[in-house]
């Protein structure tokens, strides 16, 4: 079974400038898929950026950008110039290609200080 | 406007009875989802469906039930036999050709056992 580990629970910080939350995933499996999901206080899960595993070149959403490292089965998540509205948990999330049941970290929850 | 809707948005349940969450979606997507979410668990599947009339346990089936019905439709039963029911309950869905792109989310539903 895959399993996905975020191993910061809580991060903070300063409103403008960069953070970078971690994840790991464990697999066997070549070709999936891997994503980073938004929960704002409204509790509506949001996605935020998707990455294809046989794609090498990392996807850019606006601030949000990964660095996907296939080899280390590495999935951090960057956000630059943070915003108030940036503040939510934070879920990273693994699929397995051609199997469309996802799996979930147990999230990080991001704070964002004014 | 396309979505999936979850009703209600609380529901308390006293010890000993079964009850339903329902899940609805316009969206014309085969696959639907239930997941479970616990404060620092993450999100956990509970079942899923890929088809009308077709359905598969996930990670954390026991004590609960599902149907599928009608393609837009995937209700979820709390039974009696889960012992720790309170929880926040999410139901997904997602085009099975293209669930790699991620699942539309419902706004969730809150389990309370009184």
């Known amino acids: 079974a895959q399993t996905v580990t975020q191993s910061q629970p809580e991060m903070s910080v300063q409103e403008a400038e960069t953070v970078t939350l971690s994840c790991t995933y464990d697999?066997?499996?070549?070709?999936?898929?891997l994503f980073w999901y938004k929960q704002p206080p409204s509790r509506q899960m949001i996605l935020v950026i998707r990455?294809?595993?046989?794609?090498?070149q990392n996807a850019t959403e606006n601030r949000f950008s990964v660095n996907f490292q296939k080899a280390a089965k590495s999935f951090s998540l960057k956000i630059s110039d943070s915003q108030l509205g940036d503040t939510a948990m934070y879920f990273c999330?693994?699929?397995?290609?051609?199997?469309?049941?996802?799996?979930f970290g147990a999230g990080t929850r991001l704070t964002v200080k004014p | 406007d396309g979505g999936i809707t979850q009703s209600p948005k609380y529901l308390f349940r006293k010890e000993g009875q079964n009850v339903t969450l329902s899940c609805e979606q316009n969206?014309?997507?085969?696959?639907m989802y239930w997941y479970r979410q616990d404060p620092g668990q993450g999100l956990r599947l509970i079942y899923y469906s890929q088809i009308v009339n077709d359905f598969q346990k996930g990670d954390i089936a026991e004590g609960y039930s599902v149907s599928r019905e009608k393609k837009e439709s995937f209700p979820l039963t709390v039974t009696s036999a889960q012992k720790n029911p309170t929880a926040f309950y999410l139901c997904?869905?997602?085009?099975?050709?293209?669930?790699?792109?991620?699942?539309?989310f419902g706004s969730g539903t809150r389990l309370t056992v009184v």
């Open positions: 969206l014309n997507h085969d696959a």
């Open positions: 999330a693994f699929m397995r290609y051609n199997n469309n049941d996802m799996r």
């Open positions: 990455q294809e595993a046989y794609k090498q």
């Open positions: 997904a869905s997602s085009s099975v050709e293209a669930g790699h792109y991620g699942y539309t």
């Open positions: 697999t066997s499996e070549n070709n999936y898929y």
